[in-house]
């Protein structure tokens, strides 16, 4: 069996500045591949910093094209190995992809390897690795020199698993083990317990920190693509996870929400969407004293009850600018065009003519008040409900007076028109305009999940 032992440097995204291939038969080196390449991108000071591969030592350097034919055929009928395997194979595979070709080999990780064969070390960097049994690397984060590095462990690997008959390497090939698709951090173990059902899933790194949040309908099914996803932030974050934990939820709207909820309370590292918490301006509407319904944004302070909230000014003005289109709206109505006695909009035949007088007042309010209803609840009370977690209960989520209250499950007998009833399973949540956007996009495609209660506000009589 050949082994074909890589590293890699790359730009710090996904190109490849240098690369270093050892083919290993268990026994001896028998062949090497080793070069810089040019990656047709500049390389970062902080990258050189790290490796000491300069813009100037690769500007002669081959590019990928001119010697990939080479990688292919010295990695050919060979176990690509390396430490982090995911991340030089991942790297390597896009660049072939780049070119139209498809790369694939079967693939050991070294730091995967070592937490079974070495357990109990401190950290399984290459770095610290090599320290803890005593391997020289002489070029660190050089192609080379890592490679190098990477082959003497390999070898103590191998004399470790050959007490056993190789058992560990063999159960890592087997297509069905998944070893070598797993982040080199993450216990197969805890992949194994996954749910296959709809929920939310935490990655967490070593530190015990949640640095990504997720929804799905198939949560093991949902992991598993980011591990075979090549963008290089997926590849970083699936680097960094050591742990996954999930919560399922019986439906996709509870994990929706509870997925917007928890990126906003944990703030991950990874979720870039749904993470701003303070809503600082708002919609309204009034009119003026010809009787002309105005669309308008200011800060919340400002606005009694906002019809929407926005994190931004420009987020608002943005949505303005969507509900002046989809509804024929005046621009000059909308405070999106000022200082003008009548709009642009109209030239391109986009405005009916309200500003100058060409439409009725009246028209034009109905279609203001359509542009309102449009992103407010039919009704101030109601649940969605919803499939829950067992055959005997539902889901639901709770809007009184037209805000979102938050979510819970009951059993199907305990079912009641009484918004008391529901507030006593009730799991409180935020209302924020990312949860607006999942209600009212899940009403639209579900409007018979909808069911209308009743509710008293404390202290009232009536």
């Not at 009787?291 to 909230?309: E, R, T, Y």
Request: aromatic share 12%.
């Amino acid at each position: 069996m050949k082994y074909a032992i890589v590293d890699i440097e790359t730009d710090g995204g996904v190109k490849i500045t240098e690369i270093s291939i050892f083919v290993f038969d268990g026994e001896q080196i028998i062949d090497e591949f080793t070069t810089l390449i040019n990656p047709g991108t500049f390389i970062p000071s902080y990258i050189t910093r790290l490796t000491g591969i300069t813009n100037f030592m690769v500007k002669d350097a081959p590019r990928f094209e001119e010697v990939a034919k080479q990688i292919y055929q010295t990695t050919q009928d060979c176990i690509f190995v390396a430490h982090n395997v995911n991340f030089d194979y991942g790297i390597i595979g896009k660049e072939f992809k780049s070119l139209g070709l498809t790369y694939r080999r079967k693939k050991l990780c070294t730091v995967r390897l070592s937490r079974k064969l070495l357990p109990g070390k401190r950290s399984y960097s290459l770095g610290k690795l090599c320290i803890s049994e005593g391997i020289e690397i002489k070029e660190r984060h050089r192609a080379r020199g890592d490679a190098e590095a990477t082959v003497i462990l390999f070898k103590k690997l191998l004399a470790k698993d050959k007490i056993n008959d190789f058992e560990v390497i063999n159960s890592f090939l087997n297509p069905k083990s998944r070893e070598a698709t797993l982040p080199p951090l993450l216990p197969k173990e805890v992949f194994d317990s996954l749910s296959e059902k709809h929920g939310v899933y935490y990655f967490w790194n070593k530190e015990k920190e949640v640095i990504y949040v997720g929804k799905a309908n198939n949560i093991k099914q949902r992991v598993v693509s980011h591990f075979h996803d090549k963008k290089k932030r997926e590849i970083e974050m699936c680097l960094a996870t050591a742990n996954i934990t999930f919560t399922e939820t019986g439906n996709e709207l509870l994990a929706l929400l509870e997925e917007s909820a928890e990126i906003k309370r944990l703030f991950p590292r990874f979720n870039r969407a749904q993470r701003r918490t303070a809503t600082n301006y708002g919609l309204f509407s009034y009119k003026d004293r010809k009787g002309v319904m105005h669309l308008a944004w200011n800060n919340v302070k400002m606005i009694s009850q906002p019809i929407m909230k926005f994190y931004s000014v420009a987020q608002a003005r943005s949505f303005v600018e969507y509900l002046c289109k989809e509804f024929e709206l005046c621009p000059k109505y909308c405070h999106l065009q000022t200082n003008v006695s009548s709009c642009f909009h109209y030239q391109i035949k986009q405005c009916k003519g309200v500003c100058r007088d060409e439409e009725a007042i009246e028209e034009y309010n109905k279609r203001v008040v359509e542009a309102i209803t449009s992103i407010t609840f039919e009704t101030d009370n109601f649940i969605i409900k919803e499939q829950g977690k067992t055959e005997n209960e539902f889901s639901y989520a709770l809007v009184l007076n037209g805000a979102y209250e938050g979510y819970g499950y009951m059993n199907k007998s305990d079912e009641s028109n009484n918004s008391e009833v529901y507030k006593q399973y009730l799991k409180p949540q935020k209302d924020n305009q990312d949860i607006r956007r999942i209600l009212n996009s899940h009403l639209k495609k579900n409007p018979e999940s909808i069911q209308y209660i009743e509710h008293k506000e404390l202290g009232s009589l009536f």
